[in-house]
């Protein structure tokens, strides 16, 4: 079985963060294992308050993985200030992992801040140029490349401009864009790909974004082939978008599990699971 790590927050409503990574990995198929960055306490409405975890911790969380299980991929998520940005780095460094897909995730869903602007360079100067792919939303490709972002050109242009800093491959993501169709563009510094779905309109998209990379880096486990991962995941995460749960007064989780609800799970006479 492929060995999966989420680097990431804790969302203790259960609908992002390193909760939607393992109920991703679950849903793909691999063993899935966690190093917990920060403590959020949020729900679907706001962001009430965040505990960072020191970065001794956060060390000692990494060397008990790799000590002993080790990984096939690595997820990173929210990395909320330097502290734990240079923590993660040093050992990202030291254990090299075959794949590490980034999600710099710097807003909740429902606009809360969840890094700090004086984390931003650490990000770029430390974090980005690990990545074997970086999947920034548009706001966050935004605040990454300084350019403001209202076209498929302008995502082109702010690809070119983050591989520009050492990434390898770029996803910038087309969920905040307006229009019928979602259209995500995976950069390689040569060539653009594009992944176009039909947009779902609904509010409940809360933990998309963790979602999208954590099925983007149990994918390339299981197959070793970027642009058949990006694909699966697309699909993956639009089917857990259409079939999301109406939980909470804000923006509602995505559904993990559906497919499996539907063809593994079911209610039955005999089997009383769901």
Do not use: W
């Not at 734990?84 to 980034?102: D, S, T, W």
């Not at 653009?192 to 779905?197: A, D, K, N, P, V």
């Not at 259409?242 to 509602?252: E, Q, T, Y």
């Amino acid at each position: 079985m492929k060995k999966l790590l989420t680097i990431a927050g804790s969302d203790c409503s259960g609908g992002a963060g390193i909760q939607a990574d393992l109920k991703t990995f679950s849903a793909y198929g691999v063993f899935g294992m966690s190093v917990i960055v920060s403590v959020v306490a949020e729900n679907t409405a706001r962001v009430i308050s965040i505990q960072n975890i020191t970065p001794e911790i956060i060390s000692d969380q990494i060397d008990a993985i790799y000590e002993d299980i080790g990984t096939d991929a690595v997820k990173i998520g929210m990395l909320s200030d330097r502290d734990c940005m240079e923590a993660v780095a040093y050992k990202l460094k030291q254990y090299r992992p075959e794949h590490i897909v980034i999600d710099p995730v710097m807003y909740a869903k429902n606009g809360s801040p969840l890094m700090k602007q004086e984390a931003v360079g650490t990000l770029i100067r430390d974090i980005l140029p690990l990545a074997d792919i970086l999947t920034p939303n548009i706001p966050e490709a935004e605040r990454i490349t300084g350019i403001t972002i209202e076209s498929i050109q302008d995502m082109e242009e702010a690809a070119k401009r983050i591989a520009d800093q050492g990434v390898r491959h770029v996803l910038i993501k087309g969920g905040h864009s307006l229009g019928d169709e979602a259209t995500d563009i995976l950069y390689d510094g040569q060539q653009m790909y594009y992944f176009t779905e039909k947009r779902i309109h609904t509010l409940n998209t809360h933990g998309t974004g963790c979602t999208y990379s954590s099925a983007i880096a149990a994918g390339l486990a299981l197959s070793g082939n970027l642009q058949e991962a990006v694909k699966q995941a697309k699909a993956y995460v639009t089917t857990a978008i259409r079939h999301s749960l109406n939980l909470g007064s804000g923006p509602g989780p995505t559904h993990h599990f559906y497919d499996l609800y539907q063809h593994g799970l079911r209610q039955s006479d005999s089997t009383k699971l769901i």
